[in-house]
């Protein structure tokens, strides 16, 4: 959707090594959510951030950490890749709690 | 911690049949949306229910929330190929900003 970018689209890395995914917004949207999808677990939620430098944990957030320096970025960094961290991740932007949520198109991390 | 269900977890019909997917939270819910992904996609927001016995209808989908906001559905009548994807609904317990989804259900439609 236009207005949330996420990068890289794919990626490959290998165990042990730290990873850093970006999601970046033009509506300058108050709350970011990262999720991770898996087959057989749908959605889950990793952090969260309701502003800049305000972030929380989500239902699966070991091995991951946020940063929000700026309201259009919003981070997730995997400090060392492993294997079980292999998903598709999903960045969101929401406006406020009477608005939907607006997904970007998603990164692949494969951890070899 | 609040858990969302959704069944069934696949469902396969004809074109022109209807489809139903079910979901159901551990805790009443202040809202539940639904959500629909398409093969490759990402999820794409279709609506928010807010009030207890609410229904809603988007041309042949209807979506209803429990009077006890703990359960909501969607309907689809008269399937088309386009209807084709995975139906999340996703739910948040009153006071929080977490939005839980369901596992989801992956409709496919034979031509």
């Known amino acids: 959707d236009a207005g949330i970018t996420q990068s890289p689209r794919h990626k490959v890395t290998e165990t042990g090594t730290p990873v850093t995914l970006r999601c970046h917004q033009t509506?300058?949207?108050?709350?970011m959510y990262w999720y991770r999808q898996d087959p057989g677990h749908g959605l889950r939620l990793i952090h969260y951030?309701?502003?800049?430098?305000?972030?929380d944990k989500g239902e699966v957030s070991d091995g991951y950490s946020v940063s929000r320096s700026k309201t259009e970025d919003f981070l997730l960094t995997l400090e060392s890749a492993t294997s079980s961290q292999t998903s598709v991740y999903f960045c969101?932007?929401?406006?406020?709690?009477?608005?939907?949520?607006?997904f970007g198109s998603g990164t692949r991390l494969t951890v070899v | 911690g609040q858990q969302v269900m959704q069944i069934p977890q696949y469902q396969h019909v004809q074109e022109g049949e209807d489809f139903t997917t079910y979901c159901n939270s551990s805790?009443?819910?202040?809202?539940i949306q639904w959500y629909k992904q398409r093969p490759g996609g990402h999820p794409v927001f279709l609506i928010q229910l807010v009030k207890s016995g609410e229904v809603k209808k988007q041309k042949r989908l209807t979506f209803q929330f429990g009077e006890a906001k703990k359960n909501s559905s969607l309907h689809i009548t008269a399937t088309q190929t386009t209807d084709v994807g995975t139906y999340f609904c996703?739910?948040?317990?009153?006071?929080?900003?977490?939005?839980?989804f369901g596992k989801g259900t992956k409709l496919t439609v034979n031509p």
């Open positions: 969101a932007i929401r406006a406020g709690q009477v608005y939907g949520y607006t």
């Open positions: 996703a739910g948040v317990e009153g006071g929080s900003e977490k939005l839980v």
């Open positions: 805790t009443t819910l202040s809202n």
């Open positions: 509506e300058n949207h108050r709350y």
């Open positions: 951030s309701y502003g800049v430098k305000d972030t």
